[in-house]
C-alpha cells in the first residue's frame, strides 16, 4: 500500500507504454528504501497501458488525464504528491537496487543541496553503449557545458520539493526538450550534484522516444530565448548563452534551407541577428 505521508513521491509519466512501464515500476518497486509513494500519470495512453497499471492495486497511485505531454504529467505528479523529494522515472528507463536510499542518504548528508542525479548506464536497441566525452556528466555549477546539450537525466535525478518554488515547473509549451529547460533554470543558479555511481539503466532506439524526435535544436532554441529574456543570467552566462544560441539557430536555419522550408529559416535567421 502507498504511503500516505511519504519521504520521497516518485513520478513516472506514460503514454501508450504498455509494452515497457511494467518494468520501469517493478524496479521501483524492488528498492530497498520504502518510505515514498510512486505516482504513474496516464497521459491520456490508447493502449492497454491503464490495464497493467491496474494491476498493482494500491501499490502505486495511478492519475488520469488527456493527452497534453510529458511536461504537463510530470506537472500533474508534482502538484499531486506530497513527499518533501521528489523523483522522476521515464518510463522506458529502470532503477538499479539502492538508488533511493543512496540519494536520500547524500541528502541526509548535504543538507544544503537541493537536486543530485548518479550516474547511469546506456543500453540502446539493448546493447550497452559508452556514453561520449561530450555526454560525461559533471557535479556543481556547468550551465555553460549544458547549454550545448543536456547533462542532466529526468530518471536520474532526487530533488527537495523546495526547488519548484525557486525555479517553477517544467514548461509545456515544449514539445520536447522540456528537462533541458528545467535544467538550465536550475543550474544557472543552483549546484546539481553528481553521485558517481551508475544507479539507473537509461534504454533507447524505439521509435516512440522522445529524444529521437527530429529537429530537437529548435526547442533548446525556445528554451535559451526565453532565458535570454528574462534577465536572470549572469554577465558571462549571457554571453555563453548568447553564443549557443546563434549558433543554434545559425545551424538550424540552413537546415531549413536544405529542406526547402525557407519562411522557418527566416525566422531562425531573424533570431540570430537579434541578438
Known amino acids: 500500500m502507498f504511503n500516505k505521508n511519504p519521504a520521497i513521491s516518485i513520478i513516472i509519466p506514460a503514454y501508450n507504454r504498455a509494452w515497457i512501464i511494467k518494468e520501469a515500476i517493478d524496479s521501483v518497486l524492488a528498492q530497498n528504501f520504502y518510505d515514498f509513494e510512486l505516482i504513474v500519470?496516464?497521459?491520456?495512453?490508447?493502449?492497454?497501458?491503464?490495464?497493467?497499471?491496474?494491476?498493482?492495486?494500491?501499490?502505486?497511485?495511478?492519475?488520469?488525464?488527456?493527452?497534453?505531454?510529458?511536461?504537463?504529467?510530470?506537472?500533474k505528479g508534482i502538484l499531486s504528491s506530497s513527499g518533501d523529494y521528489i523523483a522522476f522515472l521515464d518510463s522506458d528507463d529502470i532503477w538499479l537496487p539502492g538508488k533511493l536510499e543512496t540519494q536520500f542518504e547524500f541528502f541526509k548528508n548535504n543538507p544544503e543541496a537541493l537536486i543530485c542525479q548518479t550516474e547511469e548506464i546506456w543500453i540502446k536497441n539493448g546493447k550497452r553503449m559508452n556514453p561520449g566525452k561530450r555526454h560525461k556528466k559533471v557535479s556543481g555549477m556547468f550551465f555553460e557545458?549544458?547549454?550545448?546539450?543536456?547533462?542532466?537525466?529526468p530518471s536520474a535525478v532526487m530533488m527537495k520539493r523546495s526547488l519548484f518554488d525557486l525555479v517553477g515547473l517544467f514548461d509545456e509549451s515544449l514539445l520536447a526538450c522540456e528537462d533541458y529547460?528545467?535544467?538550465?533554470?536550475?543550474?544557472?543558479?543552483y549546484p546539481v550534484f553528481l553521485i558517481d555511481t551508475p544507479l539507473i539503466v537509461k534504454r533507447g532506439g524505439h521509435d516512440d522516444q522522445?529524444?529521437?524526435m527530429h529537429s530537437l535544436d529548435k526547442y533548446?532554441?525556445?528554451?535559451?530565448?526565453?532565458?535570454?529574456?528574462?534577465?536572470?543570467?549572469?554577465?558571462?552566462?549571457?554571453?555563453?548563452?548568447?553564443?549557443?544560441?546563434?549558433k543554434k539557430c545559425h545551424v538550424y536555419a540552413q537546415g531549413c534551407q536544405k529542406r526547402g522550408r525557407m519562411d522557418e529559416a527566416a525566422k531562425y535567421l531573424k533570431l540570430y541577428e537579434s541578438f
Open 220 to 246: 533548446r532554441i525556445q528554451s535559451i530565448h526565453k532565458l535570454l529574456e528574462s534577465n536572470i543570467l549572469t554577465k558571462d552566462q549571457q554571453r555563453a548563452a548568447i553564443n549557443i544560441f546563434k
Open 145 to 153: 557545458k549544458s547549454l550545448e546539450l543536456c547533462l542532466v537525466s
Open 41 to 75: 500519470v496516464d497521459d491520456g495512453s490508447s493502449d492497454n497501458t491503464l490495464e497493467i497499471l491496474s494491476s498493482y492495486r494500491n501499490k502505486i497511485k495511478v492519475i488520469k488525464q488527456i493527452n497534453r505531454g510529458v511536461s504537463a504529467a510530470r506537472n
Open 210 to 212: 522522445l529524444s529521437g
Open 181 to 189: 529547460d528545467l535544467w538550465l533554470r536550475v543550474n544557472h543558479k
